[in-house]
C-alpha cells in the first residue's frame, strides 16, 4: 500500500525532494505518435514553461529538472524562512496568481475597505494559503493539473493525462542531493536523446550552462551554486558550479549496459574533486530511482528518520 504523502515528506527532515511524474498515455506526452506521425515535443516546453512560472509563485526553489518524453524529473528545495516573511498582501497576490480566491480576497487586492470581520476572515484564509505556497504536493498539483488540461484540449479527450500521484524521494543530506541532481541533468544523456548534458534541452543543466557561457552567471530561476560557506551562508547550494559540471561530465562518461547513452570518450576530459568514491557515485548517478524509495540519504541519517 503507498505510504501517504505526509508520511514521505517532512519538511523536519531534509527541504530537498526529487520528485517524478509519468504519463498516463506514455508515449504521447512529448514523443511522436508513431501512427499520425503527429510530434508532441512541443509540450515538454509547456512543461518547463509552467515549472519556472510557479517557482516563482511559491516558496519553493528549483535544483534541477529534466522534461523527458513520458515524465519529468524535478528536484525541489523547501524555502519555509522566505514564505515567513511574506506580507499579507504577497500571500494574497501569489495565490491570487493559482487561483481566483475569494470574494473577500479580491475586494482586498482592489483595495476596497474590510471590515474587521472581513479582515479577519482573510487573515485566517492567507494563513492556509501561505502553507499551501510551502506544500511540493500543491506545486505538483498545479504543475500536473495545468499540463493535464493543456494536453487533454489538444487531444480533444478527457480522463486522467498523468499517473495516480507523482513519486517523491526525500533528499536527506549533501551526497544524496548532488547525486540526484546528477542523475536528473543526465536523464537525456542517459536516453540517448542528447551526447552532452549541454547539448540537452528542456533541463535544468543546460540553463546553468547557457547563463554561465552567454553571461556569466547563473540563471535567476534555478537555486544556484554558492560554494562551501562555512559562516553566514547565503541561499543557495552549498557546493561550487564549477565543481559540479566537472563531476557531471566525469558521472555521465560511465558505460553501463542498461543505459543507451552516455558522453563519449572523444569528448575532453573534465577532472572532479569532490572527494567522493567513484564507482559508489557513479552507480547512484546511474541507478538513482532503483536503488532508493522513498528516503535517500547516508544509513545514519536514514536510520535516524525512521525511528524518530
Not at 494574497?92 to 482586498?108: C, N
Not at 557561457?213 to 547550494?237: I, S, W
Not at 547516508?298 to 525512521?306: F, K, L
Amino acid at each position: 500500500m503507498p505510504k501517504p504523502r505526509k508520511a514521505l515528506i517532512s519538511l523536519d527532515d531534509t527541504p530537498y525532494y526529487h520528485c517524478v511524474s509519468r504519463c498516463v498515455r506514455r508515449a504521447f506526452l512529448c514523443g511522436e505518435d508513431p501512427v499520425s506521425g503527429k510530434s508532441f515535443e512541443h509540450r515538454r516546453e509547456w512543461v518547463e514553461t509552467r515549472l519556472l512560472e510557479l517557482a516563482d509563485i511559491f516558496a519553493i526553489d528549483i535544483c534541477a529538472y529534466a522534461v523527458m518524453s513520458n515524465h519529468t524529473h524535478v528536484v525541489l528545495h523547501v524555502d519555509t524562512e522566505s514564505v515567513q516573511r511574506w506580507s499579507l498582501q504577497e500571500v494574497v497576490e501569489r495565490w491570487h496568481q493559482l487561483f481566483s480566491g475569494t470574494l473577500i480576497s479580491q475586494a482586498f487586492l482592489a483595495d476596497k475597505p474590510l471590515q474587521k470581520s472581513q479582515r479577519e476572515a482573510l487573515e485566517q484564509q492567507a494563513a492556509v494559503w501561505r502553507e499551501r505556497l510551502t506544500s511540493i504536493s500543491w506545486f505538483m498539483r498545479c504543475l500536473n493539473e495545468s499540463i493535464a488540461r493543456q494536453a487533454n484540449e489538444e487531444d480533444g479527450c478527457t480522463g486522467r493525462f498523468w499517473e495516480g500521484r507523482f513519486k517523491s524521494q526525500a533528499l536527506l543530506d549533501e551526497v544524496a542531493l548532488l547525486a540526484c541532481m546528477a542523475y536528473v541533468d543526465l536523464n537525456p544523456v542517459r536516453a540517448n536523446m542528447a551526447a552532452t548534458p549541454e547539448e540537452s534541452i528542456h533541463t535544468s543543466i543546460r540553463q546553468r550552462i547557457h547563463a554561465l557561457m552567454q553571461h556569466n552567471t547563473q540563471p535567476a530561476n534555478l537555486l544556484p551554486f554558492v560554494g562551501n560557506h562555512r559562516e553566514a551562508k547565503p541561499k543557495g547550494l552549498l557546493f561550487s558550479l564549477a565543481d559540479y559540471l566537472e563531476l557531471m561530465d566525469w558521472s555521465g562518461r560511465a558505460i553501463r549496459e542498461d543505459k543507451t547513452g552516455h558522453i563519449d570518450s572523444v569528448q575532453l576530459p573534465i577532472l572532479q574533486r569532490l572527494g567522493l568514491e567513484g564507482r559508489s557515485w557513479v552507480e547512484l548517478t546511474l541507478s538513482f530511482e532503483t536503488l532508493f524509495h522513498s528516503l535517500v540519504g547516508q544509513p545514519e541519517r536514514v536510520e535516524a528518520v525512521v525511528q524518530a
